[in-house]
């Protein structure tokens, strides 16, 4: 079956400290691999997607991901977090025609000053 | 940058009662979407819509939903008697082509509460 996981549902971290949020996937086709953030009231905004090539990908906002087939994981990362990086972070994976997104969970981001 | 529009930002209805979520896409996106997010749980897809016709529905999406381009920009999303199970956020989402090079766009969302 089709699935997302995102183990931590929630994650707290200093303000300048480096960040890894963590998700894995089952997909049987080759996925199409997404993060969004999404902060209080506010939609969701893409930061950053990889569908080939390098499996390095940057985003927006200073965040970063690594798709590793071999573990089936997207995970983001970013070197020093910012108070205002605080929101909830969603991993989604689609089919490479990009019909519909399956979604994970979401992560609860929180930063100490 | 260009933005998908939704309204109205919250709505309370009384259970039975038929609502119509509005949206708006980016202007030259040919490909829309319904998602919801039930509190505390995932986001769900609901449904695709491309050429004036739905592409793909999930087992969500039965008889009481429905969705609309009436004018060639609005997007509706129809509940027609809402139960309290409804009650969710609901994103509308849009894509100006399909494959990889293409990401969605969402918009704000709508805070559905049925009562």
């Known amino acids: 079956a089709q699935s997302v996981t995102q183990p931590d549902i929630h994650i707290t971290v200093s303000e300048g400290a480096s960040l890894e949020l963590r ?25 950053l997607k990889y569908f080939s090539g390098d499996t390095l990908v940057q985003g927006i906002k200073g965040f970063e991901a690594e798709f590793k087939r071999s573990q089936s994981s997207f995970n983001l990362r970013k070197p020093s977090v910012h108070w205002s990086d605080a929101a909830e972070y969603f991993c ?17 981001l929180a930063v100490n000053p | 940058e260009p933005e998908v529009t939704q309204t109205p930002s919250h709505q309370v209805t009384q259970m039975g009662q038929e609502v119509i979520l ?11 979407y319904w998602y919801r997010q039930i509190l505390g749980q995932k986001v769900e897809f609901l449904v695709s819509f491309y050429n004036n016709e739905i592409s793909e529905k999930s087992e969500i999406f039965d008889d009481q939903f429905s969705v609309e381009r009436p004018d060639g920009s609005n997007f509706t999303l129809k509940i027609r008697s809402t139960k309290l199970e409804d009650s969710a956020m609901y994103f509308c989402a849009s894509r100006e082509g399909t494959g990889g090079l293409y990401g969605y766009t969402f918009g704000s969302g709508t805070r559905l509460t049925v009562v």
Do not use: E, M
Not at chain 1, 26 to 46: C, E, I, M, N, R
Not at chain 1, 92 to 108: E, M, P, Y
């Open chain 2, 22 to 32: 509005r949206c708006v896409p980016i202007s030259n996106h040919l490909y829309f």
């Open chain 1, 23 to 47: 998700c894995n996937y089952s997909y049987g086709a080759t996925p199409y691999l997404f993060w969004y953030v999404q902060s209080p009231g506010q939609g969701l905004q893409l930061l």
């Open chain 1, 92 to 108: 989604a994976v689609g089919a490479q025609d990009n019909r519909k997104l399956i979604w994970g969970l979401g992560t609860s």
